[in-house]
C-alpha cells in the first residue's frame, strides 16, 4: 500500500500564490504516476495535473495550464503542486493520488490523500 498525506493549503488572495506536497509512504514511490486532483463543494472531483515517473512526463487540465506546475522528487517520495496567479475558482480541496499509469481519470488511481483546503479570496 501507499500512504499520502498532503500539505501546503490555506487562505490566499487571488493572483497569489501556494505550493502543496504530498509525502508518500510505504510502495516503491519511484515507478508509481502521481496526481492532484480537486474537488469543491457539491462538484465532482476534478483532474488539475499528473506526472508520470520516468521519464517525468506531466498532463494538465485546460483551466490550470501556465499557471500550475507539477513535480517529484523521487528521492524524498513526494511530489508538489506550485501553483500561480490562484483565481477564486480555484477554491477546493486538493488530493494527491498514485496510480499505476499516466491518467486524467480519478479511478485510475489506486490510493489518496486525505485532502488539503485551498481557499483564495477575490
Known amino acids: 500500500q501507499v500512504q499520502l498525506v498532503e500539505s501546503g493549503g490555506g487562505l490566499v488572495q487571488a493572483g497569489g500564490s501556494l505550493r502543496l506536497s504530498c509525502a508518500a509512504s510505504?510502495?516503491?514511490?519511484?515507478?508509481?504516476?502521481m496526481g492532484w486532483f480537486r474537488q469543491a463543494p457539491g462538484k465532482e472531483r476534478q483532474f488539475v495535473a499528473a506526472i508520470s515517473w520516468s521519464p517525468y512526463r506531466t498532463i494538465y487540465a485546460d483551466s490550470v495550464k501556465g499557471r500550475f506546475t507539477i513535480s517529484r522528487d523521487n528521492g524524498k517520495n513526494s511530489v508538489y503542486l506550485q501553483m500561480n496567479s490562484l483565481k477564486p475558482e480555484d477554491t477546493a480541496v486538493y488530493y494527491c493520488a498514485s496510480g499505476p499509469q499516466l491518467r486524467v481519470g480519478a479511478p485510475s488511481y489506486d490510493y489518496w490523500g486525505q485532502g488539503t483546503q485551498v481557499t483564495v479570496s477575490a
Open positions: 510505504g510502495r516503491t514511490f519511484s515507478r508509481t504516476a
